[in-house]
């Protein structure tokens, strides 16, 4: 967390992070993690400020409607914080709004009659006079510039990546593809990377892992935890489950207790998350 506060401070151009591992890893803990350290951080400074965005990757059909509510989430995000960042938020509505202005049917605009063929015309100019590739990318060099200016740094997170349909996995990043071009802004996400990259497969022919790759900037891959640490943390946490039930044991009883709970249950504790649950 301090390495993406610090070590980046005077970047401006966007980073993705990606964070993997497999099922019960700890990857939720340390994204959660991060997200806090970022927050003190800049609870304590005035010369930048920081946002957090939990984005929740779930409820969404389509790549449009992706970007739109991402979009809203970020500009709602925005609004709640400084004036700086409410003229930021200003900004990423108006792109919002020439978004919608593009996925909108266009015979959504033709109520009835007998002239549908000149509406629909009339509707296609509109659209791209309105919302021109060329005027959805001066929108964004626009809050380029906003977030520059106002000092603004997002941190934009993005959890249970792999828990997603696989056409869901590559619209995630599509998403960030397309999003990884704002300044000031970092990208974490978290993914069992066999499982992305499997699902990126289906799309790309089996080049799934150079897609994934051309995306993801800094790799931090979880360490497998050994049996070792697994049987000691399980040890730890039946010592704090009797001392609430008011068993006292001493060393040596725990000690012995724990080597007989883990005979029993080491066949079913893979992750540290089987220990808790």
């Not at 996400?189 to 799309?203: G, R, T």
Request: charged share 20%; net charge neutral.
């Amino acid at each position: 967390a301090e390495g993406l506060i610090h070590g980046y401070q005077q970047e401006r151009e966007a980073l993705v992070v990606g964070i993997h591992g497999p099922w019960g890893s700890g990857k939720s803990s340390l994204v959660n993690l991060i997200a806090k350290v970022i927050a003190q951080y800049y609870h304590k400074t005035e010369e930048e400020l920081g946002i957090v965005l939990k984005f929740n990757p779930w409820m969404f059909s389509g790549q449009q409607e992706l970007q739109l509510i991402f979009l809203r989430e970020l500009a709602a995000r925005l609004y709640a914080k400084t004036e700086a960042a409410q003229q930021v938020a200003k900004q990423v509505n108006q792109l919002l709004g020439r978004l919608e202005a593009l996925a909108k049917p266009i015979t959504s605009w033709i109520p009835y009659g007998g002239l549908a063929q000149q509406a629909i015309g009339f509707g296609q100019k509109a659209t791209e006079q309105f919302s021109s590739p060329q005027d959805v990318q001066r929108l964004k060099e626009k809050i380029d510039a906003a977030l520059q200016k106002s000092n603004i740094r997002l941190y934009i997170t993005i959890d249970d990546i792999a828990r997603l349909t696989f056409a869901e996995i590559e619209h995630i990043f599509q998403l960030v593809k397309l999003n990884a071009n704002f300044a000031n802004t970092v990208f974490i996400l978290a993914y069992d990377q066999e499982v992305v990259v499997n699902a990126l497969d289906q799309k790309f022919a089996g080049r799934g892992q150079q897609y994934l790759e051309k995306i993801v900037q800094v790799d931090y891959g979880l360490p497998k935890i050994n049996r070792h640490t697994l049987k000691a943390l399980l040890r730890e946490r039946m010592g704090v489950v009797l001392e609430g039930l008011g068993v006292q044991l001493s060393l040596e009883e725990g000690i012995e207790a724990g080597s007989e709970s883990w005979k029993g249950v080491e066949g079913y504790i893979r992750t540290v998350r089987d220990i808790y649950r």
